[in-house]
């Protein structure tokens, strides 16, 4: 008897330990990446009263008889399904749509977590701001690329910061010259073009119709504009078409081929465009010559200096930064993580987990490739704690505590009775 009591014991610690876990899980029903815990038993000895034994003569085989002696927790285990994503609004926000986690760091350990509630702290890092974790990636180099063979680091999104301006290098001219006009007739379009101090400077290209399938093109400057000049000998051009109505020639060559303006305001000067380069640095060869409106068309690359105002995340992670000169560059990549046995990750509070012996290390990489998921922004990922589940299971524990505790009485009333005996 006083093993069935045992035995009961042990029941109801278990059952409280499955209570524990639930309440748990119920209390974090709300904690934004949370995962829920499982309880699992198995037995524990079994004492043998009689062992087994094979067939023998006219008997057959006897089977063993034994007792068992109670239960034990024989794990918990951390269930790391997806939780729904709910919709926040806000910029910095992030949920992972598959597996994978968000790294974080403290400068000497790093935590693997779920929970996207990012924001920008006061040194431009993007951070965990409930714990001061910095989210871990790979800057971008000033050209925008980004390097993720290197281990990461704090990724850091520099609002406010001003670029440097970058010159114009080429220009093209493209649209349409009436093949109808008459000698004399003109076209314009005006070029916007950039020095290197991110000045922007208006070129007027004027067409005139000089014969049959030839226009001339001259380049002039706005009068308003008192620090750009032509160079002298470099703004006029002539394009000849086939009767095909395509480019044929342009001339003159080099060096009169080079569109050059001079400037006076500090910039570098002078600032030219080749059209004879290869590839032409003006660029002609898109325009045509057919009967229709005359509608030549001009583009420039180039930008003046501007500062980050905001920024976005694609699903793969990678941060793009929207500049106030409508310049949009690559800024940085976000780090994910992913494990062979996630289920293997020790709880390390503030919503995130260690690595263990048993969920192996990190596999870091980009999201979206590998087995780790993709990045919605302006989501959150929410816990995936199933109520009607935790409230079955919290009356699976009740009563399984109650008959164990039933059990604890009856043995105690038996024992009872045998020591009623000697009366």
């Known amino acids: 008897m006083l093993r069935s009591m045992?035995?009961?014991?042990?029941g109801l610690r278990g059952h409280q330990i499955m209570m524990d876990v639930i309440g748990n899980n119920i209390a974090n029903v709300n904690t934004v990446g949370f995962k829920s815990g499982r309880v699992n038993f198995q037995d524990i000895l079994s004492q043998n009263l009689r062992g087994a034994t094979s067939p023998n003569g006219g008997l057959g085989s006897i089977n063993p008889a034994q007792i068992g002696l109670g239960m034990v927790v024989a794990g918990i285990d951390v269930l790391q399904t997806q939780g729904n994503l709910q919709s926040t609004g806000k910029l910095t926000d992030m949920a992972i749509q598959g597996d994978g986690f968000f790294v974080l760091a403290n400068g000497i350990q790093q935590y693997y977590t779920r929970d996207g509630s990012f924001d920008i702290s006061l040194d431009g890092t993007v951070v965990n701001a409930a714990s001061g974790l910095k989210v871990q990636g790979w800057q971008a180099d000033a050209a925008g690329a980004v390097d993720t063979t290197v281990t990461p680091g704090n990724l850091t999104i520099p609002i406010g910061q001003r670029t440097t301006a970058l010159p114009t290098s080429n220009a093209s001219l493209r649209g349409n010259l009436d093949a109808a006009s008459a000698i004399g007739a003109t076209a314009s379009t005006t070029l916007t073009v950039f020095d290197s101090l991110g000045v922007s400077h208006s070129i007027k290209i004027t067409f005139t119709k000089t014969a049959a399938n030839v226009w001339d093109w001259a380049a002039s400057t706005d009068p308003a504009d008192t620090e750009a000049a032509i160079t002298a000998g470099t703004s006029t051009g002539q394009l000849t078409f086939t009767s095909d109505g395509l480019i044929d020639t342009i001339t003159p060559t080099l060096p009169t081929g080079a569109l050059s303006i001079d400037l006076t305001n500090g910039a570098t000067s002078p600032m030219a465009l080749d059209a004879a380069a290869t590839p032409p640095e003006l660029d002609f060869l898109q325009m045509t010559q057919f009967s229709g409106a005359s509608e030549p068309v001009s583009q420039a690359d180039g930008f003046t200096s501007g500062t980050l105002?905001?920024?976005a995340v694609?699903?793969?992670?990678?941060?793009?930064?929207?500049?106030?000169?409508?310049?949009?560059?690559?800024?940085?990549?976000?780090?994910?993580?992913s494990f062979l046995n996630p289920a293997g990750l020790l709880r390390a509070g503030q919503n995130t987990f260690q690595t263990s012996s048993a969920s192996g290390t990190p596999s870091i990489g980009r999201p979206g490739q590998g087995n780790r998921g993709n990045v919605t922004t302006g989501a959150l990922e929410m816990s995936n704690v199933d109520l009607a589940t935790q409230f079955t299971g919290m009356i699976t524990a009740q009563r399984g505590f109650q008959a164990n505790g039933r059990v604890i009485t009856t043995s105690d009333e038996m024992l009872q009775e045998l020591v009623n005996l000697k009366r």
């Open 6 to 10: 045992f035995s009961a014991i042990s």
């Open 309 to 311: 105002v905001t920024f």
């Open 314 to 337: 694609g699903n793969g992670g990678e941060i793009t930064g929207v500049y106030s000169n409508g310049q949009t560059q690559i800024l940085g990549q976000i780090a994910m993580a």
